[in-house]
Each structure stands twice: as structure tokens, then as C-alpha cells.
């Protein structure tokens, strides 16, 4: 027999056993995918009972609380506070089971399972969210410095606006998918961004005529502002955020924020004066589409429809 022909044969009989240990994993993984589908249902099923029964219990204590002894009273407040804990625990515990998607991930991707197994699978997720914000924002900064300092046509400005609309999109679904994997998402924060991708949507198409032209530096230069702020805010949060996860102190799956919340105030108070200048700009922003809309030659419906949500804009500032 040829040297070659011995060659191949044992090669093909080193392939055959491989394949056979990977038919065998592979039964296995589905085995295993069997047994963990079973173990998914099980514990959802107790999960919900015990909300059930911890419902009727709250009922109960409310029942009982009245006219107890000191004794029964402080062994009733030990029941309450392990009532508060075992709802947290249930939250935690959710975050890694499957659940039916939300009305708008219904509409966007259908009822396809976005449940993260695992904790890192979760983490990396919610990092590459972040590192998505920030590429996409360093992005929108230098267009917005192209159309404000370099070149004013409107077809650019209509790739910057459709840029901002798939980029504000893409986040409420990211986020959305965020929220069922446990992520502590406020419903103010991601409705803000389906107000600004309606926003950017509008901006697409108004039209260039001279109440556009009138308006098209004011809303670049706060954009082009918007977007410094923005990498300002995603730099040093994320750092200030590893270290409160270090020491315990926030959720891992806790997000940078476009505005500013409570946990902020260790080492980042100050960001607030950019807040405050951008959230008065929006203000200023409203009022320039407000006197627009009051001129008797503005015939676009787009003046209109901008300024309620530049206003909205102002309007979060007590939410920051």
C-alpha cells in the first residue's frame, strides 16, 4: 500500500473517533439543555407562588399589626424586613430566567428569548453597550464639528440626523434587552431616548428653506455641545461606577446616565455646570421653535412638532 494512501486512512480513523466524541458531547449538550429548559420552568413556577403567597402574607401582617404586644410586634417587623429581602432576592433571581419580552421587543424582535445565562455573558453585554455609546458618540461629535465648522450641505445634515435616529433606536432596544436581564434601567431614561429618535426623526425630515437654515447652527452647535458632554459623562462615570462595584456599593449591571443621579455625587459633582448650561440650552432651544412657530410665512409642521420635545428636555432636569 502507498505511503500516501496509509497516510490517509489513519488520518480518516483519527477523524472518525473525533467525530464520534463530538456526537457524543453534542447528545449530551442537548441532554443537559433538556434538563436546564425543565429546571427554568420549575423555578419560575415557585418564584411565582411565593410572590403569590408573599402578597397574601403582606395582607395578613397588615391585619395583625394592631394592639400586639412588644414581643409579637418586633418578631412581626423581623417578618416584614425578611419580606423586603426575599423580594429583592426573587428580582435577582429573575434576572437569570426566561421571561416574555416587553410590548416593544415583542414588536422589534419578536418573542425570541434575550435572557443572559450567566453573569459575565450579562456583564459583557452591558459593556459592550457601553463601549457602543461611546464610539457612537465620539463619532456624532466629530459630524456635528464637520457640519457646524467645515462644509453646510443639507444632504450631510440628513446623514447626521438618520445617524442619530438609528443610533437612539438601537439603544431603546439594547436597553430594553438590558431591563430583562436584570439592569436597573429608570423608564424616564429610556423613554428620553425614544423622545430624542422621534426628535432626530423630525430633524430628518424638515425640509431646507430659510426657517431650516435659521435653525440649523443652533441645533448643530448643541449637539456638537451635546456630544462633548456626553464622552465627558460616559469617561468618568464609568470609572467612578468600577470603583462603587468594587466596593459593593452599585449593581453590576448599573449604567452610565446622560444626566446625574444620586450616586454621582462621590467625585463627579463636576459635571453638574455642563448639565445645567446644556439643560438651559434646551430651553433656549424651545423658545427659538416656539417664536418660529408663531411667524406668519412658517409653513413646516416640523417647527411645531420640535418644540414640544426640546421642551420635555428641560422639563427632566428635576428627574437628573
Same mark, same amino acid.
Given at each position: 500500500m502507498p505511503q500516501g494512501l496509509t497516510d490517509v =486512512?489513519? &488520518?480518516? /480513523? +483519527? =477523524? &472518525? /473517533?473525533?467525530?464520534?466524541? %463530538?456526537? &457524543? #458531547?453534542h447528545r449530551m449538550y442537548l441532554q443537559k =439543555?433538556? &434538563?436546564i429548559s425543565k429546571l427554568q420552568n420549575n423555578c419560575s413556577s415557585s418564584i411565582v407562588s411565593q410572590q403569590r403567597r408573599l402578597k397574601e402574607m403582606s395582607h395578613l401582617v397588615k391585619k395583625c399589626s394592631k394592639g400586639l404586644s412588644e414581643e409579637d %410586634?418586633?418578631? !412581626?417587623?423581623?417578618?416584614k424586613q425578611k419580606m423586603k429581602t426575599r423580594s429583592n432576592a426573587f428580582f435577582e433571581m429573575e434576572a437569570f430566567l426566561p421571561k416574555k419580552n416587553g410590548l416593544y421587543l415583542r414588536l422589534v424582535l419578536g418573542n425570541v428569548n434575550v435572557t443572559l445565562l450567566s453573569k459575565q455573558s450579562k456583564f459583557a453585554y452591558k459593556d459592550e453597550y457601553e463601549k457602543f455609546k461611546l464610539y457612537l458618540t465620539v463619532i456624532l461629535l466629530i459630524f456635528s464639528f464637520i457640519c457646524?465648522? $467645515?462644509?453646510?450641505?443639507r444632504f450631510l445634515d440628513a446623514i447626521l440626523n438618520f445617524l442619530l435616529v438609528w443610533y437612539y433606536c438601537t439603544l431603546t432596544v439594547r436597553e430594553s434587552i438590558l431591563i430583562t436581564n436584570g439592569s436597573r434601567i429608570k423608564g424616564w431614561w429610556v423613554f428620553h431616548h425614544? $423622545?430624542? %429618535?422621534? !426628535?432626530?426623526? $423630525?430633524?430628518? #425630515?424638515?425640509?431646507?428653506?430659510?426657517?431650516?437654515?435659521a435653525f440649523r447652527n443652533q441645533f448643530l452647535a448643541y449637539s456638537l455641545y451635546q456630544s462633548? $458632554? @456626553? +464622552? =465627558? @459623562? +460616559?469617561?468618568?462615570?464609568?470609572?467612578?461606577l468600577y470603583r462603587l462595584r468594587s466596593l459593593g456599593e452599585r449593581h453590576n449591571m448599573d449604567l452610565t446616565v446622560e444626566g446625574f443621579q444620586s450616586w454621582m455625587w462621590k467625585g463627579l459633582t463636576f459635571l453638574l455646570p455642563f448639565l445645567f448650561f446644556g439643560h438651559f440650552w434646551q430651553l433656549f432651544n424651545s423658545l427659538s421653535l416656539f417664536r418660529m412657530s408663531r411667524l406668519s410665512d412658517c409653513k413646516e409642521w416640523q417647527v411645531g412638532a420640535l418644540t414640544v420635545p426640546t421642551f420635555y428636555y428641560f422639563t427632566l432636569f428635576p428627574l437628573l
Open positions: =486512512l489513519e &488520518e480518516w /480513523k +483519527c =477523524l &472518525e /473517533k473525533e467525530y464520534q466524541h %463530538a456526537q &457524543e #458531547t =439543555l433538556d &434538563e %410586634a418586633k418578631s !412581626l417587623d423581623e417578618i457646524y465648522f $467645515v462644509v453646510s450641505y425614544y $423622545v430624542s %429618535a422621534f !426628535l432626530s426623526g $423630525v430633524m430628518l #425630515t424638515w425640509p431646507d428653506g430659510i426657517l431650516y437654515k462633548f $458632554v @456626553q +464622552c =465627558l @459623562q +460616559c469617561y468618568y462615570q464609568s470609572g467612578c
